[in-house]
């Protein structure tokens, strides 16, 4: 929020209720907006953001719905709006940062032998 000096709501979209994924202080600031859908489609009319960022999101989907996701992001986004991709990897790593990735790796093949959307970091 930092980081985005001019706006005036920020809106964040997740699968989970609030109260298990986001800090309380969060919740109560009055520009803070949180919502809680499967999507997609997100629950959004087109254009309605001049900013979406996916933050650590695109390798948690199943490689089959990375392109609707995306695309419904496109669709929320106004015209010459900034997009915002933010994924774990990265060209030029430190070696805490490549042994981070290897782990989160091994954690995504042991998600999905127990089901779970995970997928390894893009």
């Not at 953001?49 to 929320?76: G, I, N, W, Y």
């Not at 900034?82 to 990265?90: D, I, N, Q, W």
Request: proline share 6%; aromatic share 8%.
């Amino acid at each position: 929020m930092e980081a985005v000096k001019d706006f005036d709501t920020i809106v964040g979209l997740e699968t989970t209720e609030p109260e298990k994924e986001i800090v309380s202080d969060l919740l109560s600031v009055i520009y803070f907006e949180y919502v809680q859908s499967e999507g997609p489609p997100l629950p959004f009319g087109s254009g309605a953001f001049d900013t979406v960022c996916m933050s650590q999101v695109v390798h948690l989907l199943p490689p089959d719905s990375r392109h609707r996701a995306l695309a419904e992001s496109k669709r929320v986004l106004t015209p010459g709006g900034a997009f915002l991709l933010v994924e774990g990897y990265r060209d030029q790593q430190s070696g805490a940062r490549k042994t981070y990735i290897m782990c989160h790796s091994l954690r995504a093949v042991m998600d999905r032998d127990e089901g779970l959307h995970h997928y390894q970091a893009l």
